[in-house]
């Protein structure tokens, strides 16, 4: 019976991660993925310019484009342009970010087994069971990073107080004009998609364009898609298109419980993808770097894994919370908060030192409130006029 230190089970950015720094931490480690790499995942892939500070190879090399643009529509009008040199979007494709991060996991020492389908994990007084449609497995520790449908998590009864959103992104090509013309600008629309927004991330040879919502159903979710690309100047008349779904996990909960004894979730599993943008793999990322730190603690000092959780539910989550405000502010009155955030050069300013790493969810709900509250209390209460005058008769 082979015993490891740790098992990573998915090999997503969260499970290779942590499975490359556990293994630079001279532990014995087993990477397992579902699906042959490199495998595709469905997302537009843009990386915030901060994940520099969790990458600490180059990867230079898969990155597709530099982005330092983006523009804001509101049904196709009022745009909205910002540009700044110094707040940049990677873009990549994820074939490419996620077979780098598993390579340099294995050059790490990291054993990975890919094909193989885990079915069942066991925390046992004495250490972990990993039950795959292949063979059996034995570790100290387990990390969850198997996305959204976890079954980490929900072997360990850890899938909770969570929100599955949707999202589909499309790679659609398009004619030499169109592609010159998107430049390397990202586009966000946010008046078509009900509790969400489209987007076109600019790639290389083609352009990256999809709809996200935090609604768990949207009938004809798909139209909404062709409609976008039908009356958007750069990707109308398409000439070929990859389309492919996927949902969005974020918790709603500043109290989550991501471990067991021996088990940590993180990224997708661990839902924590941030609920206005659908950004998840920089927090898959950091998810992962904490987790390694609460595991080596655990071996250290037998410090309990609930820290991690602690830990997480303190920091990210307590920011996502924030997040999660501002997102619900903008499905209930899209056209308001897009004349007074998106178009206000104060807000805007503020979402850029986001993306820039250098301020936080919090910081800027707590500067924003005070301006902002009285012009929302005052829309709430027409809404609510209104409701009532349609009703009462
Ligand atoms: C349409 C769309 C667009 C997006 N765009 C962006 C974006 O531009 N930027 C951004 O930061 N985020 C984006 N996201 C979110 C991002 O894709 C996720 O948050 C990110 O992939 C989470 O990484 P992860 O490692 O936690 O999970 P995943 O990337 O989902 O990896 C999980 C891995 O686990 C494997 N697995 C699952 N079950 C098992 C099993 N039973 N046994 C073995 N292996 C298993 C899977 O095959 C997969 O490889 C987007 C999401 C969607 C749906």
């Known amino acids: 019976m082979k015993k490891y230190d740790v098992i990573v089970i998915g090999a997503g950015p969260g499970g290779a991660h942590s499975a490359r ?13 579902k699906y042959k790499i490199p495998r595709i995942k469905p997302c537009a892939a843009g990386l915030p310019y901060h994940i520099d500070e969790i990458i600490d190879f180059n990867f230079d090399n898969v990155v597709n484009l530099i982005s330092d643009t983006t523009i804001f529509t509101y049904q196709f009008r009022k745009p909205v342009k910002l540009k700044a040199e110094d707040v940049k979007i990677k873009m990549t494709m994820r074939e490419d970010f996620d077979t780098l991060l598993a390579r340099e996991s294995v050059n790490s020492g990291v054993k990975l087994i890919d094909e193989i389908s885990v079915k069942a994990v066991e925390d046992n007084a004495n250490g972990c069971v990993v039950k795959t449609n292949k063979d059996v497995f034995y570790s100290d520790f387990v990390i969850g990073a198997d996305g959204v449908y976890s079954i980490t998590a929900r072997s360990l009864g850890l899938l909770k107080d969570r929100i599955v959103g949707w999202a589909i992104n499309a790679e659609v090509y398009v004619s ?13 629309e946010m008046g078509i ?7 076109i991330f600019p790639k290389k040879d083609h352009l990256s ?10 009938n004809k979710f798909k139209d909404l898609l062709y409609y976008y690309l039908d009356n958007h100047p750069n990707t109308k008349n398409y000439k070929k298109l990859i389309l492919k779904g996927h949902p969005l996990p974020h918790s709603y909960s500043v109290e989550l419980v991501i471990n067991t004894e021996r088990a940590v979730l993180v990224g997708d599993a661990a839902s924590v993808v941030d609920p206005l943008s659908g950004e998840g793999i920089y927090y898959a990322m950091k998810t992962a770097e904490i987790a390694v730190k609460h595991i080596l603690k655990k071996i250290s000092k037998n410090l309990s894994l609930d820290n991690y ?6 920091t990210i989550r307590s920011d996502l919370y924030y997040s999660d405000k501002f997102a619900r502010l903008f499905y209930k009155f899209p056209k308001l908060t897009y004349d007074l955030g998106v178009a206000n050069p104060i807000v805007n300013k503020k979402f850029q ?8 969810y919090k910081e800027m709900y707590e500067i924003l409130k005070p301006i902002y509250s009285n012009k929302f209390t005052q829309a709430t209460l027409k809404l609510a006029d209104k409701i009532k005058q349609k009703f009462i008769k």
Do not use: M
């Open 21 to 33: 720094l556990l293994a630079k931490n001279n532990l014995n480690v087993l990477l397992l993925e």
């Open 176 to 188: 030499d004009k169109q592609l010159a013309a998107q430049e390397n600008a990202v586009n966000v």
């Open 193 to 199: 998609v009900p509790n969400g927004y489209a987007w």
């Open 209 to 218: 364009c999809g709809i996200g919502t935090a609604l768990t159903k949207i």
């Open 309 to 314: 959780s602690d830990e997480i539910n303190k």
């Open 353 to 360: 030192d986001l993306l820039r790493g250098k301020t936080t």
